[in-house]
């Protein structure tokens, strides 16, 4: 499916058994590539798993959903510094445009700077 061959393809570092793709309307934690069984799943058209609004992932147990988790989000952790920034595919195309990555550049009433490089000239960058 070209939707998924173009979309971000990550496996978990820790369990390479877990997969999480998009094939455009959802993104989905399986168990094993391809058809695995799905652990998790979000509605959405996000462009990376970190920009789906916290709040939209359902968790399955066995194949039985269980009830939403708010606390469960798709984070992209790193130093951030202007010497070792984000890369944009780390973060998500649309990190700075939809709500899950705008609310992550505000921590109580601080705003964050996100250090990241940028794909068209290879500058650092800050969103501040």
């Given amino acids: 499916d070209s939707d998924v061959k173009s979309s971000p393809r990550f496996a978990h570092s820790d369990?390479?058994?877990l997969h999480?793709?998009?094939?455009g309307a959802a993104w989905r934690v399986t168990r094993g590539a391809g058809s695995g069984e799905v652990i998790a799943e979000a509605a959405s058209t996000a462009l990376?798993?970190?920009?789906?609004e916290v709040g939209s992932w359902k968790v399955f147990d066995r194949g039985k959903e269980l009830p939403k988790s708010a606390e469960?989000?798709?984070?992209?952790i790193g130093p951030n510094t202007e010497e070792k920034p984000f890369l944009m595919a780390e973060l998500g195309r649309d990190f700075f445009v939809r709500g899950p990555g705008l609310?992550?550049?505000v921590e109580g009433m601080v705003r964050r700077k996100i250090w990241f490089r940028c794909p068209l000239t290879g500058d650092t960058c800050h969103s501040s």
Avoid: F
């Fill in 72 to 76: 469960l989000e798709m984070l992209c």
């Fill in 48 to 52: 990376h798993p970190g920009t789906v």
């Fill in 103 to 105: 609310s992550q550049l």
């Fill in 20 to 23: 999480l793709t998009s094939d």
């Fill in 15 to 17: 369990d390479p058994k």
